[in-house]
């Protein structure tokens, strides 16, 4: 996020008012470059032990997606319901807030993009050090407190928006991620550790990706549609409090494995 904000600030500046006709397109085919680093850092990771030792006593699923829907249907629409609270808002703060900060604020669009890289920045410390903590006081319980601080941030994200107050509007935008954060830190641990080890792949990924189906992609047009109907951020602000309600209540229900053996096969 931080380095697609930066690419799309310098060719903001290059392009200018063509930005909109050619100046986006460079930023979008570089990031072909992406794909390349995620790919090398990918096939350098090592398995994880308890892969390994499911690899060495011949105990590989042969097919794994077909096997986890059978048997944990549940853990799967629960981690995508959880995740409800950290990719909802998200999207908002991420790509809704250019729509909202230049035709609602009248704020400019190099404006918003720094505060953007400014709130990445701050992610650099509070993703990590949410997981950190999590390892101390347990995924569910940190994962909930941002879920818990989602759901009131939405409505102080607006008020401060709404002043159209430079500063505020900075700040606003950078603390946005913050309570993400929260959640995102424990977020991967806390999904992979409720499947079985099996089928641990499979499971965590389909129910991650089913929440930017029914929750991340959807966001935007959600929040573009309630400002048309309605006028106001805070109708917004409430749907992101809904978001949280459903993510606390799914993260409630999940099974908590911080600091417990994860390698033994587990319902």
């Known amino acids: 996020m931080l380095l697609a904000n930066i690419a799309v600030l310098v060719f903001s500046r290059i392009s200018g008012d063509q930005f909109l006709v050619w100046g986006w397109r460079i930023p979008f085919m570089l990031s072909i470059a992406m794909v390349a680093v995620g790919l090398y850092i990918r096939l350098g990771i090592l398995e994880t032990p308890a892969f390994r030792r ?3 006593e011949n105990r590989i699923e042969r097919v794994p997606v077909a096997e986890v829907i059978k048997r944990q249907p549940r853990l799967i629409i629960l981690t995508a319901l959880a995740r409800m609270a950290e990719q909802a808002p ?13 035709q609602v604020l009248h704020a400019s669009r190099d404006f918003l993009l720094t505060s953007l890289i400014c709130a990445g920045i701050v992610s650099f410390a509070t993703i990590p050090l949410a997981g950190h903590l999590s390892d101390r006081i347990g995924r569910k319980r940190m994962y909930i407190i941002g879920a818990i601080a989602t759901g ?27 309570p993400h954060d929260l959640m995102y830190g424990p977020q991967a641990a806390l999904i992979a ?15 991650y990706q089913l929440s930017s189906v029914i929750s991340g992609g959807p ?4 929040a573009t549609a309630l400002l048309a109907a309605y006028g106001s951020g805070y ?33």
Request: aromatic share 18%; charged share 10%.
């Open 193 to 207: 550790e409720c499947f079985t080890p099996r089928l641990r792949y499979s499971g965590a990924s389909i129910g």
């Open 219 to 222: 966001a935007p047009l959600i």
């Open 152 to 178: 009131i941030f939405g409505f102080i994200y607006f008020a401060m928006l709404n002043t159209t107050v430079p500063a505020l509007i900075f700040f606003g935008i950078v603390l946005s991620f913050v």
């Open 54 to 56: 499911l690899v060495a």
């Open 90 to 102: 998200a999207y908002i703060y991420l790509a809704f807030v250019f729509a909202y900060g230049t």
């Open 235 to 267: 109708v917004i602000a409430g749907y992101i409090l809904f978001c949280a309600i459903v993510s606390i209540v799914s993260t409630a229900m999940l099974p908590d494995y911080t600091n417990r053996d994860i390698s033994e096969e587990h319902a």
